[in-house]
């Protein structure tokens, strides 16, 4: 049994080609175009500097306990990767669900940030996927995987094997099976709260869980995505008064 989410995302929510934020404006992770600046560089932007739901946060102060019923169903299918400038990403095809509450959300693509972007007490994991989902509405969910230095993972090969080193460049390996199932734990609790998308335009209404249970992932492995993408991670935001629940 695996993870479902629901999101209060609106449709309104952009999905740009190869990752989530608006095309056509150029931001960073430093500088004058970094994290600091992004509410600056477009009207678009504005909630990432004036929005109180910004992603990501410390989840190491939960505000409640909680237990919920979830289910997801990924399959595997062929490796399509692309390499956007921002992040490593894999797009999946049709098929890949999750359900909550009878609300069905179809997996839509798994992108990675090194070092993570959540925090716990402080602490920060040297590698995250963030499994982003979407409703027939356009409301978004995304869960979020943290990795800790150890075995290596062998989903995390095939694309370390095959990504693409140009941004923006993607390609579809029709001859290698990915099973997005090898990266998710089994024994899912996970960390809920609303929140935001973690680049521009840094929209709200994102349904956040991310998982207690860490994977593994071998120092090269991690240094590889690292030398791939950088540092890619936004900084903390404030929780201000929204529940954060653990379960």
Not at 23 to 43: M, R, T
Not at 146 to 168: C, R
């Amino acid at each position: 049994m695996k993870l479902a989410l629901v999101v209060g995302a609106s449709a309104s929510l952009l999905l740009a080609t190869g990752a989530i934020g608006m095309a056509g404006v150029h931001w960073e992770y430093s500088g004058e175009a970094g994290p600091d600046h992004w509410a600056e560089l477009a009207p678009e932007f504005a909630l990432c500097g004036a929005g109180r739901m910004q992603s990501p946060i410390d989840l190491g102060t939960p505000s409640a306990e909680a237990h919920v019923e979830v289910v997801a169903g990924y399959r595997a299918g062929p490796l399509n990767l692309v390499n956007n400038g921002h992040t490593v990403q894999v797009n999946f095809q049709r098929g890949s669900r999750l359900v909550s509450s009878g609300d069905s959300y179809d997996l839509l693509q798994m992108h990675f940030h090194t070092p993570a972007e959540h925090a716990v007490s402080g602490k920060r994991y040297p590698l995250v996927a963030h499994f982003v989902h979407r409703d027939t509405s356009g409301q978004l969910a995304v869960l979020g995987i943290f990795f800790e230095e150890g075995a290596a993972n062998p989903e995390l090969a095939k694309i370390i094997a095959n990504v693409p080193h140009d941004s923006h460049d993607a390609h579809h390996f029709g001859d290698i099976a990915f099973d997005p199932d090898n990266i998710v734990p089994h024994d899912l609790k996970v960390w809920r709260y609303m929140g935001s998308l973690t680049t521009p335009p840094c929209s709200e209404g994102v349904n956040w869980h991310v998982a207690e249970q860490v994977m593994t992932a071998s120092r090269e492995q991690i240094e590889a995505l690292h030398a791939l993408m950088g540092d890619n991670a936004r900084p903390v935001q404030p929780l201000n008064n929204r529940l954060l629940i653990r379960g």
